[in-house]
T-cell receptor, first 116, second 116 residues
Framework: SQQGEEDPQALSIQEGENATMNCSYK?????LQWYRQNSGRGLVHLIL?????REKHSGRLRVTLDTSKKSSSLLITASRAADTASYFC????????????????FGKGTLLTVNP | NAGVTQTPKFQVLKTGQSMTLQCAQD?????MSWYRQDPGMGLRLIHY???????DQGEVPNGYNVSRSTTEDFPLRLLSAAPSQTSVYFC???????????????FGAGTRLSVL
């Protein structure tokens, strides 16, 4: 079953605007990761946030994590046409939730379209 | 450094045929996994391996076999292809979280399989 669920399923914005995507999950986690997938390509890791962190930045990306609500958000600021892609959250349940040191569970993704 | 290499990129099979999807990584990663990606379903884990000689089932293992004779290679075998196996298949590899503190997965470019 899916651990992470992204919201919205699809998002269309104009270049220069900010894009916010949300992820909800069900069980305790060790960390949460966001990945990007360009059309016809494999997934590429963007950013990881650990369960004891609340916010993390990387360039134009900002990720927040609220473990009490079991949710995360990915903000892309000043979006560009090249940001058009699908974005997935992936949760690492960790050993204490019957997981492992390796496995990630991916959500269904948010398709972001940035119009020039 | 090639990363994760998948072959072939495209394949068309007839129902009942068998084939092997190849996956190789040159990063000396312990963990390797196979996912299938279907519209609206996100990524679903088929099989995974935590090291040479060790494999285990994921969420949707039926109709697929794997083996891990070396650290580098993790082939996925379709025993008797069915139309329901039409999908895009991704191979990924990573280090365990305990080694580097984060289990970031590196993905291949995918194999697009159609079963007629």
């Amino acid at each position: 079953s899916q651990q992470g669920e992204e919201d919205p399923q699809a998002l269309s914005i104009q270049e220069g605007e900010n894009a916010t995507m949300n992820c909800s999950y069900k069980t305790s986690i060790n960390n949460l990761q966001w990945y990007r997938q360009n059309s016809g390509r494999g997934l590429v890791h963007l950013i990881l946030i650990r369960s004891n962190e609340r916010e993390k930045h990387s360039g134009r990306l900002r990720v927040t994590l609220d473990t009490s609500k079991k949710s995360s958000s990915l903000l892309i600021t000043a979006s560009r046409a090249a940001d058009t892609a699908s974005y997935f959250c992936a949760t690492d349940a960790g050993l204490h939730s019957g997981g492992s040191n390796y496995k990630l569970t991916f959500g269904k993704g948010t398709l972001l379209t940035v119009n020039p | 450094n090639a990363g994760v290499t998948q072959t072939p990129k495209f394949q068309v099979l007839k129902t009942g045929q068998s084939m092997t999807l190849q996956c190789a990584q040159d990063m000396n990663h312990e963990y390797m996994s196979w996912y299938r990606q279907d519209p609206g379903m996100g990524l679903r884990l088929i099989h995974y391996s935590v090291g040479a000689g060790i494999t285990d089932q994921g969420e949707v293992p039926n109709g697929y076999n794997v083996s891990r004779s070396t650290t580098e290679d993790f082939p996925l075998r379709l025993l008797s292809a069915a139309p329901s196996q039409t999908s895009v298949y991704f191979c990924a590899s990573s280090e365990p979280r305990g080694v580097v503190g984060k289990n970031i997965q590196y993905f291949g470019a995918g194999t697009r399989l159609s079963v007629l």
